[in-house]
C-alpha cells in the first residue's frame, strides 16, 4: 500500500503543480505578506517572521518548506515595504523564491485603512527527473536528467484594517511560469492564478480572554475549492491556543507563546484526515516572530494581525 500511495504521490504532484505552485502554512494568520503584498509594513514596527514546515512526514519526497521575511512602515506609516526568501521541496521540484513587496495606504475612515500592494518575485526552479525513478527505471516519458530555470513574477493584492477587524484579497502569481513549461509540465495562463481571500478579527470574551478566529480561501479553477478555518484563544496577550481545519486535508492544532513584547514563538501540527494518513505523520510548523519596537496603546490590536 505504501508504494502504490508513494507512486500516486508522484504521479500526482506535476498535476497538482499544473494548478499551483503557491506554498501552504497552517500558520498563515502569522504570515500574511506570503499571500498578500498589501500586508507589507501594517504593523506598528518593522518584523521580521520566520517558518518551516515539513508536510506528511514520513513519506519520500513529500513537501518540505521554510520562508524568512521582513517588512516595514515608512512615510509615516502611509508605505510598507517587504522582502521575502522562500526554499520550496517536493517530489523532483526544488525552488527558491526571492519577493519584494510595497503597499501604499489610504484612510478610508477614522478607524479603516485600506493597503494596495504590488509583488514582484524571482522565482528559481530545479527538476530533477531521475527522482522519479524509484520503481521503475525504463519508463520513457521521465527524462532523465536535471533542468533548472529562473523566471519573474508579479503579484497584486488588497488589505484592509480596522483596530479589530482584517480581510484581503490577493492573486500572488499572475504569470504564467516558464519554468514547468521547460520541464514538460504546461497549461494555460489560468492554470498557475490563484486567488486569496483572508479575514480576521478580534474580541474580548472574558477577562484577559481574546478570541482570534481566521478564515483563508484558496481558489484556482483546476484544483478544489480549499478553505481554512481557524480561532485562536490568548490568555493574558501570551499564550495562544487554537485550531485550524483545513477542508478535506486536515485538523490542525495550534499552540504560541509571546515570550517577550517582541519575540512570539509556535508550533503547529496538521493530522491529515485523506489516505495519506496511512502513509504519512501528519504534518508539523513551526514559526518565530520578532518585532523591532513596541506598539502603543492606541494601536495595540495590530499585534494580532
Same mark, same amino acid.
Given at each position: 500500500?505504501?508504494?502504490?500511495?508513494?507512486?500516486?504521490?508522484?504521479? @500526482?504532484?506535476?498535476?497538482?503543480?499544473?494548478?499551483q505552485?503557491?506554498?501552504?502554512?497552517?500558520?498563515?494568520?502569522?504570515n500574511?505578506?506570503?499571500?498578500?503584498?498589501?500586508?507589507?509594513?501594517?504593523? @506598528?514596527a518593522?518584523?521580521?517572521?520566520?517558518?518551516?514546515?515539513?508536510?506528511?512526514?514520513?513519506?519520500?519526497k513529500? %513537501?518540505?518548506?521554510?520562508?524568512?521575511?521582513?517588512?516595514? %512602515?515608512?512615510?509615516?506609516?502611509?508605505?510598507?515595504?517587504?522582502?521575502?526568501?522562500?526554499s520550496?521541496k517536493?517530489?523532483?521540484?526544488?525552488?527558491t523564491?526571492?519577493?519584494?513587496?510595497?503597499?501604499?495606504?489610504?484612510?478610508?475612515?477614522?478607524?479603516?485603512?485600506?493597503?494596495?500592494?504590488?509583488k514582484?518575485?524571482?522565482?528559481?526552479?530545479?527538476?530533477?527527473?531521475?527522482?522519479?525513478? %524509484?520503481?521503475?527505471?525504463?519508463?520513457?516519458?521521465?527524462g532523465?536528467?536535471?533542468?533548472?530555470?529562473?523566471?519573474?513574477?508579479?503579484?497584486?493584492?488588497?488589505?484592509?484594517?480596522?483596530?479589530?477587524?482584517?480581510?484581503?484579497?490577493?492573486?500572488?502569481?499572475?504569470?504564467?511560469?516558464?519554468?514547468?513549461?521547460?520541464?514538460?509540465?504546461?497549461?494555460?495562463?489560468?492554470?498557475?492564478?490563484?486567488?486569496?481571500?483572508?479575514?480576521?478579527?478580534?474580541?474580548?470574551?472574558?477577562?484577559?480572554?481574546?478570541l482570534?478566529?481566521?478564515?483563508?480561501?484558496?481558489?484556482?479553477?483546476?484544483? %478544489?475549492?480549499?478553505?481554512?478555518?481557524?480561532?485562536?484563544?490568548?490568555?493574558?496577550?501570551?499564550?495562544?491556543?487554537?485550531?485550524?481545519?483545513?477542508?478535506?486535508?486536515?485538523?490542525?492544532?495550534?499552540?504560541?507563546?509571546?515570550?517577550?513584547?517582541?519575540?512570539?514563538?509556535?508550533?503547529?501540527?496538521d493530522?491529515?484526515?485523506?489516505?495519506?494518513?496511512?502513509?504519512?505523520?501528519?504534518?508539523?510548523?513551526?514559526?518565530?516572530?520578532?518585532?523591532?519596537?513596541? @506598539?502603543?496603546?492606541?494601536?495595540?490590536?495590530?499585534?494580532?494581525?
Amino acid at each position: 500500500m505504501k508504494k502504490i500511495l508513494y507512486t500516486a504521490f508522484l504521479l @500526482c504532484f506535476g498535476l497538482v503543480v499544473i494548478a499551483q505552485n503557491d506554498v501552504q502554512y497552517t500558520h498563515h494568520l502569522f504570515n500574511r505578506l506570503a499571500y498578500n503584498p498589501a500586508y507589507a509594513g501594517s504593523l @506598528c514596527a518593522p518584523a521580521l517572521n520566520g517558518v518551516y514546515r515539513n508536510q506528511w512526514m514520513g513519506l519520500d519526497k513529500a %513537501p518540505e518548506t521554510g520562508r524568512i521575511e521582513f517588512h516595514t %512602515p515608512f512615510g509615516n506609516g502611509r508605505s510598507g515595504f517587504g522582502v521575502g526568501l522562500t526554499s520550496d521541496k517536493a517530489g523532483i521540484f526544488q525552488n527558491t523564491y526571492v519577493d519584494l513587496n510595497y503597499a501604499y495606504r489610504f484612510q478610508v475612515s477614522d478607524e479603516g485603512t485600506l493597503a494596495i500592494g504590488i509583488k514582484g518575485q524571482f522565482d528559481r526552479g530545479r527538476a530533477n527527473w531521475q527522482d522519479t525513478n %524509484p520503481f521503475d527505471t525504463g519508463d520513457q516519458f521521465l527524462g532523465t536528467d536535471e533542468r533548472s530555470s529562473t523566471q519573474f513574477n508579479v503579484g497584486l493584492g488588497l488589505y484592509y484594517t480596522q483596530n479589530d477587524f482584517y480581510i484581503g484579497l490577493s492573486a500572488p502569481q499572475l504569470r504564467k511560469s516558464t519554468f514547468y513549461e521547460q520541464v514538460g509540465i504546461s497549461g494555460d495562463v489560468a492554470d498557475f492564478r490563484t486567488y486569496y481571500l483572508m479575514g480576521g478579527f478580534v474580541t474580548d470574551i472574558g477577562r484577559n480572554v481574546k478570541l482570534v478566529p481566521g478564515f483563508l480561501v484558496s481558489y484556482n479553477k483546476n484544483t %478544489p475549492f480549499e478553505l481554512d478555518l481557524n480561532a485562536n484563544l490568548v490568555f493574558m496577550e501570551k499564550l495562544w491556543v487554537g485550531a485550524n481545519y483545513r477542508l478535506g486535508d486536515s485538523l490542525d492544532g495550534m499552540i504560541q507563546y509571546q515570550l517577550s513584547d517582541r519575540l512570539r514563538a509556535g508550533i503547529s501540527y496538521d493530522f491529515t484526515t485523506t489516505m495519506l494518513n496511512m502513509v504519512s505523520n501528519g504534518s508539523v510548523e513551526v514559526m518565530a516572530n520578532y518585532l523591532f519596537g513596541s @506598539c502603543n496603546q492606541e494601536v495595540s490590536n495590530l499585534r494580532f494581525f
